[in-house]
């Protein structure tokens, strides 16, 4: 028979550890995403998954060409559809004020990455400017949103498994109360 109080501890650490796994790949990320315009696809991650304000943090973009893929089986690889090289920059909004950019600068292969810091909380608007890439040369842009939380974020994990493992405890010790009762009468 299973001892009742190694069943409680051993879920009480497992919800204490719980908020420690940062990463899972069930899901795409929330600050990912991709849009294409035209014969052309960026992709921008971020990591970690939701930016704190006033935390440095990485930006990935990538850009892909379909019309470089030969033939319909080498359309779903990726790899073989990324750009030689390309022009772009990043203009980022906050309830319609602009509050940052990242200077137009040429890249060579596919992606890159960047880091990053907002400085305030909430959702902002990331504009990837994609140069020379459209018809005669046109622009295209790229419209992302990135949320990003205050420094506080990862605390209400702790504080809602911190409720978990109360609850739990308490519901233990009931447990163990009420068979120690029965056991004196």
């Not at 990538?62 to 772009?88: G, I, P, W």
Request: net charge negative.
């Amino acid at each position: 028979m299973i001892n009742f109080r190694f069943l409680v501890a051993g879920f009480a650490l497992l919800l204490v550890f719980s908020p420690m796994i940062h990463y899972a790949s069930a899901h795409e990320n929330l600050n990912s995403g991709d849009e294409t315009i035209g014969n052309y696809e960026v992709q921008v991650a971020t990591d970690p998954e939701i930016p704190s304000a006033n935390q440095p943090f990485k930006m990935s973009f990538r850009v892909l060409n379909h019309q470089s893929a030969s033939n319909l089986l080498n359309s779903f690889d990726t790899k073989l559809s990324e750009v030689d090289h390309f022009r772009m920059g990043v203009r980022i909004y906050s309830n319609n004020e602009l509050v940052g950019t990242i200077p137009v600068q040429d890249f060579k292969g596919g992606e890159w990455s960047t880091t990053y810091s907002f400085h305030e909380s909430g959702n902002h608007v990331m504009y990837l400017d994609l140069y020379d890439a459209g018809p005669n040369g046109q622009t295209l842009t790229y419209i992302f949103n990135i949320s990003v939380l205050d420094i506080f974020g990862p605390l209400f994990q702790y504080i809602i498994s911190a409720g978990g493992i109360s609850c739990f405890v308490l519901i233990g010790w009931i447990a163990i109360s009420k068979k120690r009762l029965k056991s004196k009468h």
